[in-house]
C-alpha cells in the first residue's frame, strides 16, 4: 500500500506506507482485544459469559476490515496544499477505522447475533476503532519505514561491492564495505600513488593481427594484470583503451602505498615476461609494457550518473604517471621524483630525464628502476 508523496505529503504519486498485511500485525490484535473488553463488561452485567466470545469475533472483524478501508479513506481526506502531512495521516487512519466499525454495526445488522441496531454499544466499535487506528498506522508506518532503510543500505552495499568488487580484492572491497556501512563513497581529497602501464606499439599489434585476435590478447593481459594487482591490494581505476590506471591508498588507506605499487610494477613485469613466454611458443609477437608512477594529491571518488557510476581520481599525478608511461621504454619501470624519495633509498633508480612542469614552475625528475 502507498500513502506518502515524494515531499511526505499524502497524495499522489504515493510511496513508503505500510502494507496491508503489516497493518494486520497489529489490528488482528487490538480489534479482538476492544471486543473482549466490551465482552468482558457486558458478561459481569448480564451473567452472560458468550458475550466475551461473541464480542471478540465482532472485534476480529473491525481489526481485519480497518486496513481494507485505507485506501478509500485517502480519498476522502481533503488534498489541502500545505496540509501537515502528519495530521493528514492521522485523520486518514482515523477515518478508515470508524468506517471499520461501522462495518461491524452493519455486520451486527445483517447477521444479528445479540445487539439491536439501536443499541449505543453499537459505536464502541466505531469510535474504539477509529480512536485506535492511527496510533496503529503509525507504528505500522514506522516500522515499514525502518525496513525500507535496511533494504536500501543492503542495495547501497550490493551497488559499492557491484562497483568495487571486479577491480579490486577481496580483502578491499570487504574494508570499503565496513568503512563506508555500504554508503556510495563520498568525494575527498587524498594523497594517492598512481600507477599506469601501457602497451608499446599497440597500434602496429592492431594493424597487424585481426580483431579477434587482439581482443583475445588483450583479455589474457588484462586477466593476468589484474591478478597481480589484487595480489598488492591496487584499486583499478580504469582501462584506457591498453593503459591500466591503478590507484593505492585511495580508496582505503595504506601507508605503504608506494612499496605496494612499486612491488605491483615488478610483479607486471614479470607477468609479461612469462606471458611472452607462452606467446612465442605459439608463435606470436610478444608484447612490452612501460609503468610508470606518480604520487600526490588527487580528488577520488564516485563519479557518473545513478545508473552508471565509476570510482575515479582526478588531479596531477594521474596526469603526469599517464605521460611518463607513454614515454618509457619498453620493459622499463619510470618513477616521479616524489615516488623515488618515499622509497628512501629501497629502489635502485637511475634519473632519466627531467620533464617540464605544467605551466613552467619548474622541472620534474624521473627516474628509470634499474632492473
Known sequence: MKIFSDDGALGAPLISAAPRRLLWRFTLIYGPLLGFGLGLGLAAVSGDAAFVLKEILLGALAGALAPFFVPLALRLVPQTQGADHDLRRYVMYFTAGAFAGAGVWLANQLFPLHRPWTDPLNLWYIIGVAGLMPFIGFAADALHAQRLAKERERAEKERTRVIFGQYVS????????????????????????????????????????????????????????????????????????????????????????????????????????????????????????????????????????????????????????????????????????????????????????????KGGTGKLNVYKLDV
Open 170 to 357: 577481496e580483502s578491499i572491497a570487504q574494508r570499503i564495505l565496513d568503512a563506508s556501512g555500504g554508503a556510495l563513497l563520498q568525494s575527498e581529497t587524498r594523497t594517492a600513488t598512481v600507477l599506469i602501464s601501457d602497451i608499446r606499439g599497440f597500434t602496429r599489434m592492431i594493424q597487424d593481427l585481426g580483431a579477434e585476435q587482439v581482443v583475445r590478447t588483450l583479455n589474457d593481459y588484462f586477466t593476468r594484470m589484474i591478478d597481480v594487482i589484487a595480489q598488492y591490494d591496487g584499486t583499478v581505476n580504469k582501462f584506457i583503451g591498453d593503459a591500466i590506471v591503478v590507484l593505492y591508498n585511495a580508496p582505503v588507506s595504506q601507508p605503504d602505498a608506494n612499496a605496494r605499487a612499486l612491488q605491483t610494477a615488478r610483479a607486471m613485469q614479470a607477468a609479461v615476461a612469462a606471458m611472452n613466454t607462452q606467446r612465442a611458443a605459439q608463435s606470436l609477437a610478444p608484447l612490452h609494457i612501460g609503468i610508470a608512477i606518480d604520487a600526490g594529491e588527487v580528488v577520488c571518488g564516485n563519479v557518473g550518473s545513478p545508473k552508471r557510476l565509476e570510482y575515479t581520481a582526478i588531479g596531477a599525478p594521474v596526469n603526469t604517471a599517464y605521460h611518463l608511461a607513454s614515454l618509457a621504454p619498453a620493459d622499463s619501470i619510470y618513477l616521479t621524483e616524489n615516488v623515488y624519495q618515499a622509497l628512501n633509498g629501497s629502489a635502485a633508480a637511475t634519473l632519466a630525464l627531467q620533464m617540464e612542469l
